[in-house]
């Protein structure tokens, strides 16, 4: 088992660049989410998803979309770089069923934009 | 929301010193987990712990739900175990998200 999955480890990007981030898990879990941690703090809910075909916003959703076509796959995508986009992102997936909801997360994405 | 506090913010000890880091949280929740953040900024999932008593080596916790409370109990300290420990609980009735804390940063000095 790989577990959760994350590329790219680095990347710069340029305001208003766009680009795709990628998560996978090998767990057949049906929860994903994706979070932000920025320096000193606790990581926040961008976006999450329950199932294949089924996603809903976080906590700071603004500026990024995602999409869900399989089970295995999460890929955060962002629209238009902007400085404040700069931080850490990990992505985690969990089973839902049995109740526990216990997460686990990818080696995260270091983002920097100038 | 809940709110989710975390207790000391920072803490400096020496190796082979023992520690316990306290959550504190606002409202009642199924799913509390203690996580650690090494230097390098990976995320290691320490305890999945909504209640009760759970111990992994040097490392326990408890979880007393209805205090609304978790502790982390480090033995023997290594510097290995320097970073920042953070809990993350997910309220009974939220759409699964994980609220974390602001994180204990654990120094352990040889």
């Known amino acids: 088992n790989a577990g959760v999955t994350q590329t790219p480890k680095f990347q710069v990007l340029k305001t208003g660049q766009s680009m795709t981030l990628q998560c996978a898990q090998d767990m057949n879990h049906e929860y994903m989410s994706w979070y932000r941690q920025d320096p000193g703090m606790g990581l926040r809910l961008i976006h999450y998803?329950?199932?294949?075909?089924?996603?809903d916003q976080g906590e700071v959703p603004n500026g990024y979309n995602v999409s869900r076509s399989t089970t295995e796959d999460f890929p955060l995508r962002l629209l238009s770089a902007a400085p404040s986009q700069t931080s850490v992102y990990f992505c985690?997936?969990?089973?839902?069923?049995?109740?526990?909801?216990?997460?686990?997360f990818g080696p995260g994405t270091r983002l920097t934009v100038t | 929301g809940i709110q989710v506090e975390q207790s000391p913010p920072d803490l400096i000890l020496q190796e082979g010193a023992n520690s316990t880091l306290r959550c504190n949280f606002s409202?009642?929740?199924?799913?509390l987990q203690w996580f650690h953040q090494n230097p390098w900024g990976q995320l290691i999932n320490l305890f999945y712990?909504?209640?009760?008593?759970k111990q992994n080596g040097r490392l326990s916790a408890t979880t007393v739900a209805t205090e609304r409370y978790s502790l982390l109990y480090i033995s023997s300290s290594q510097t290995t175990d320097s970073g920042v420990y953070f809990c993350a609980v997910k309220p009974m009735d939220s759409n699964y998200q994980l609220i974390w804390g602001a994180g204990t940063k654990l120094i352990i000095k040889p």
């Open positions: 712990i909504p209640s009760g008593t």
């Open positions: 985690a997936s969990s089973r839902l069923a049995g109740g526990t909801y216990e997460q686990y």
């Open positions: 409202d009642s929740v199924n799913n």
């Open positions: 998803s329950v199932g294949a075909g089924i996603t």
